[in-house]
């Protein structure tokens, strides 16, 4: 049974850090691209960031680029997503999603993705 799990959201300030942590089991966790999603009242669920299987290829939001980073550690079947310079309008659920290798390009899509995590809040105050 494949378990994604994210954690580290919370209330900060604007221009404050924040670091999401997404553990995944279940799953061949080094052969899958991995994806953060996010979700704000009303709006649909945006593409935030993404990371081929090995690392090598990252891809950003043109809203996140220069401020949020994308990483993993394959040996702890973990992704990361640093968070910087927040804004008000990163308030929003961050859901972390696993999809088969490939997926992961200049253009990435919920729908492509076949495991998805609960979310955890990140609210950003001004």
């Known amino acids: 049974q494949v378990q994604v799990v994210e954690s580290g959201g919370g209330l900060v300030q604007a221009g404050g850090s924040l670091r999401l942590s997404c553990t995944a089991s279940?799953?061949?966790?080094?052969?899958?691209?991995m994806g953060w999603f996010r979700q704000a009242p009303g709006k649909e669920r945006e593409g935030v960031s993404c990371?081929?299987?090995?690392?090598?290829?990252?891809y950003y939001a043109d809203s996140v680029k220069g401020r949020f980073t994308i990483s993993r550690d394959n040996g702890k079947n973990t992704l990361f997503l640093q968070m910087s310079s927040l804004k008000p309008e990163d308030t929003a659920i961050y859901y972390c999603?696993?999809?088969?290798?490939?997926?992961?390009?200049?253009?990435?899509?919920?729908?492509?993705?076949?495991?998805w995590g609960q979310g955890t809040q990140v609210t950003v105050s001004s």
């Open positions: 999603a696993a999809a088969r290798s490939g997926v992961c390009r200049g253009g990435y899509y919920p729908k492509d993705f076949s495991y």
């Open positions: 990371i081929s299987w090995h690392g090598g290829n990252t």
């Open positions: 279940g799953l061949a966790f080094a052969s899958y691209d």
